[in-house]
C-alpha cells in the first residue's frame, strides 16, 4: 500500500468514534508505517482525529519497542526533538504522545519519564538546573494532561521526582485549560499542598475540554478542582 494511501485510511479512521475499534483495525496495519502516520495525527485540526492519534500512538509504540527497543527510541527522540527551538516546529502534541506511550511500555518510561518532567521546569546554572520549561501554553495543557495521564496509570514513576512542587504554580495560570490541567493531575498526585489554591478555584467556571478513554468532555476548572480536593483528601 502506498503511504499516501495509508495515510488517508488512518485519518479517516481515527475521525470515528469508537477508539477501540480502531486500535483493533490499525494492528492490521504495519506498526511503523501506522507511526509515520500518526505524527501527521497528533498534531491534526480536528480535535477527535488528534487526541485518537494520540492513543493509537501509545499502543504502536509499545507495539514496536517489544519488536526492537531502539525503534521505540527514535520515536521518543522524533517527538523530543519536535520540541526543540532548533526543530523549527512547534511539537503540537508530543508531550502528550510520549506520556501516552510511557503508559503503554514500562520501558520506554524508566528512560524517558525525566524528560516528560523536565518540561515543567526552568533551566538554570546549577548541574541539577536542567529544565526544558514549555512557555505555550497549549503546550502547557498538553504536558500537565500527560502527567495527570501518568499519575493515574504509573504513579511510581513520578513519586519523589518533585513534580508536586512543580504543578503548583499552574494552577494560578491565567490560561483555562492550564488551570484545569493543573487541578487534574493535582488530584490525581494526592497533592495536599495544592488544597488551598484548588479552594480558590472553586469558583471557576471557565471551561476546559478534556479527554479520556477515547472521549472528550466539556467540564469547568471548578469542577476539576471539586474533584481534586475529593481525591486529596481532608
Not at 538554570?124 to 502547557?140: R, T, Y
Not at 469558583?203 to 479527554?211: G, I, M, N, P
Amino acid at each position: 500500500m502506498s503511504s499516501r494511501r495509508l495515510k488517508r485510511e488512518v485519518l479517516a479512521l481515527l475521525a470515528e468514534p469508537d477508539l477501540e475499534a480502531i486500535l483493533a483495525r490499525l494492528r492490521q496495519y504495519p506498526a511503523k508505517d501506522v507511526v509515520n502516520v500518526l505524527f501527521s495525527a497528533i498534531c491534526h485540526t480536528d480535535e477527535l482525529v488528534r487526541w485518537h492519534g494520540i492513543s493509537a500512538m501509545g499502543e504502536m509504540v509499545a507495539r514496536l519497542a517489544d519488536q526492537d527497543m531502539e525503534e521505540g527510541r527514535i520515536i521518543m527522540r522524533r517527538l523530543l526533538w519536535s520540541l526543540n527551538d532548533e526543530s523549527g516546529g512547534i511539537g503540537w502534541g508530543a508531550p502528550e504522545a510520549m506520556a501516552e506511550i510511557m503508559v503503554h511500555h514500562r520501558g520506554l518510561a524508566d528512560e524517558y519519564v525525566h524528560m516528560l518532567i523536565s518540561y515543567m521546569r526552568e533551566d538554570g546554572e546549577e548541574i541539577w538546573q536542567d529544565g526544558n520549561f514549555l512557555e505555550h501554553e497549549l503546550l502547557q495543557r498538553g504536558l500537565l494532561w500527560g502527567i495527570a495521564r501518568l499519575a493515574g496509570s504509573r504513579p511510581d514513576l513520578l513519586a519523589g521526582r518533585g513534580v508536586g512542587d512543580e504543578i503548583l504554580p499552574y494552577l494560578g495560570s491565567p490560561d483555562a485549560g492550564v488551570r484545569g490541567m493543573a487541578a487534574l493531575a493535582a488530584g490525581r498526585l494526592g497533592l495536599a499542598a495544592a488544597r488551598r489554591p484548588l479552594q480558590e478555584l472553586l469558583a471557576d467556571r471557565a471551561e476546559v475540554r478534556l479527554y479520556e478513554e477515547g472521549r472528550i468532555r466539556t467540564l469547568t476548572v471548578a469542577g476539576l478542582a471539586r474533584d481534586a480536593l475529593a481525591a486529596i483528601g481532608p
